[in-house]
Nanobody, 126 residues
Framework: QVQLVESGGGLVQAGDSLRLSCAASGRTFSMYAMGWFRQAPGKEREFVTAITWTGGSTYYADSVKGRFTISRDNAKNTLYLQMNSLKPEDTAVYYC???????????????????WGQGTQVTVSS
């Protein structure tokens, strides 16, 4: 069974940085595209960023482009999200997700991802 465990969330001020981590187990991590999504109170879960199984290609929502960076360390079975220049509107629960298609492409739709972590809260104060 796949297990994804996020960490690194917290309370920060606008302009600060945070790095989220997602530790994966139960699959050969390097074979699967991964993504980060977020959900703010009263809003639907939204795509943030995704990365191919090789790490060679990345995709970002317009709202985070230039501020957030996704990366992966396949040797450590870990996905990362570096968040810089945080804004209050970035406040949300952040989830990592695995798309259960070997060597498959990334996708921006949450329904295309099969396994999810429990989420980590990121709160940005103004």
């Amino acid at each position: 069974q796949v297990q994804l465990v996020e960490s690194g969330g917290g309370l920060v001020q606008a302009g600060d940085s945070l790095r989220l981590s997602c530790a994966a187990s139960g699959r050969t991590f390097s074979m699967y595209a991964m993504g980060w999504f977020r959900q703010a109170p009263g809003k639907e879960r939204e795509f943030v960023t995704a990365i191919t199984w090789t790490g060679g290609s990345t995709y970002y929502a317009d709202s985070v482009k230039g501020r957030f960076t996704i990366s992966r360390d396949n040797a450590k079975n870990t996905l990362y999200l570096q968040m810089n220049s945080l804004k209050p509107e970035d406040t949300a629960v952040y989830y990592c997700a695995l798309r259960n298609r070997r060597w498959g492409a990334v996708h921006t739709g949450s329904s295309e991802y099969d396994y999810w972590g429990q989420g980590t809260q990121v709160t940005v104060s103004s």
